[in-house]
T-cell receptor, first 115, second 117 residues
Framework: AQTVTQSQPEMSVQEAETVTLSCTYD???????LFWYKQPPSRQMILVIR??????QNATENRFSVNFQKAAKSFSLKISDSQLGDTAMYFC????????????FGAGTILRVKS | GAVVSQHPSWVICKSGTSVKIECRSL??????MFWYRQFPKQSLMLMAT?????????EQGVEKDKFLINHASLTLSTLTVTSAHPEDSSFYIC?????????????FGPGTRLTVT
């Protein structure tokens, strides 16, 4: 079974600074998808960024980028120029389409952006 | 596009009663929907996968008779918590896939907070 580990329960960062959230996963599969979701206080799950395992290039979405290290099974999220609105719980998730598109979530990291 | 709604957003019920939560895909047809449960400051736990026109597939440890799932149409899945008890109080979230083999992204509803008194 696939597992996703987020080793940082809580983190804080000053506004405008950069922060990196860690995620490792365990799988014997070769083709899969990885995601970072954000859950703000409203509790609405929001997709931040996704990465297809077959793509070597790291995904980027504006201030959000990932460092995908397939061999190391690592998928970290970097948030640049942190904003107060980035305060949320962040979940790393794994998915393999042949497993019915089920998402396997990590435990989450609470990120607090301070002014 | 790809909006998922849930109703109600918050419900309070008495112990022993049943409560139904609806999950709707508003602008697309969802052949597959997922139901999650989330406790405060914890991760999402997948409860079951709901497929239109067939029985739901429950995850290990989830009581099928307590959490009844019905996916009667391509835009609606319902979760009924039967004979609710205070320990069933939680945040319930649904999500849906687009009905395309090329699409793998899940779209999440806003969640339903259930409080059993």
């Amino acid at each position: 079974a696939q597992t996703v580990t987020q080793s940082q329960p809580e983190m804080s960062v000053q506004e405008a600074e950069t922060v990196t959230l860690s995620c490792t996963y365990d799988t014997s599969e070769n083709n899969y998808y990885l995601f970072w979701y954000k859950q703000p206080p409203s509790r609405q799950m929001i997709l931040v960024i996704r990465q297809e395992a077959y793509k070597q290039q790291n995904a980027t979405e504006n201030r959000f980028s990932v460092n995908f290290q397939k061999a190391a099974k690592s998928f970290s999220l970097k948030i640049s120029d942190s904003q107060l609105g980035d305060t949320a719980m962040y979940f790393c998730a794994f998915m393999k389409r042949e497993y019915g598109n089920k998402l396997v979530f990590g435990a989450g990291t609470i990120l607090r952006v301070k002014s | 596009g790809a909006v998922v709604s849930q109703h109600p957003s918050w419900v309070i019920c008495k112990s022993g009663t049943s409560v139904k939560i609806e999950c709707r895909s508003l602008d697309f047809q969802a052949t597959t929907m997922f139901w999650y449960r989330q406790f405060p400051k914890q991760s999402l736990m997948l409860m079951a996968t709901s497929n239109e026109g067939s029985k739901a597939t429950y995850e290990q440890g989830v009581e099928k008779d307590k959490f009844l799932i019905n996916h009667a149409s391509l835009t609606l899945s319902t979760l009924t918590v039967t004979s609710a008890h205070p320990e069933d109080s939680s945040f319930y979230i649904c999500s849906a896939n687009l009905p395309s083999t090329a699409s793998y992204e899940q779209y999440f509803g806003p969640g339903t907070r259930l409080t059993v008194t």
